[in-house]
Nanobody, 124 residues
Framework: QVQLVESGGGLVQAGGSLRLSCAASARTFNFYIMAWFRQAPGKEREFVAAIHWSAGITSYEDSVKGRFTISRDNAKNTVYLQMNNLEPEDTAVYFC?????????????????WGQGTQVTVSS
């Protein structure tokens, strides 16, 4: 069983930055694909970014490329999402997810473990 706890959300003005963190309880954290998803009010949960356990491979949703950066520290069992140049359209609850897989997946159904979410609100 893997427990995930997100932190770092908040209210920020458009153009600002936030860094989300996700702490994992897994003993074998370094063998998990870690991802961030988000869900805006009235919308389905969508993929944002993911990082392979080797940390050498990442994947991003097109609208966040060049603005968001996913990274991980396997020694701290933590994955991060650095979000720069935030836009009102980035407003959502952000969820951390984990999957023990060999390749990065982008679908919600491919992830077995989820955090409780952290709210990010970007004002215009």
């Amino acid at each position: 069983q893997v427990q995930l706890v997100e932190s770092g959300g908040g209210l920020v003005q458009a153009g600002g930055s936030l860094r989300l963190s996700c702490a994992a309880s897994a003993r074998t954290f370094n063998f998990y694909i870690m991802a961030w998803f988000r869900q805006a009010p009235g919308k389905e949960r969508e993929f944002v970014a993911a990082i392979h356990w080797s940390a050498g491979i990442t994947s991003y949703e097109d609208s966040v490329k060049g603005r968001f950066t996913i990274s991980r520290d396997n020694a701290k069992n933590t994955v991060y999402l650095q979000m720069n140049n935030l836009e009102p359209e980035d407003t959502a609850v952000y969820f951390c997810a984990a999957d023990r897989s060999a390749i990065i997946q982008r679908k919600e159904m491919d992830y077995n473990y989820w955090g409780q979410g952290t709210q990010v609100t970007v004002s215009s």
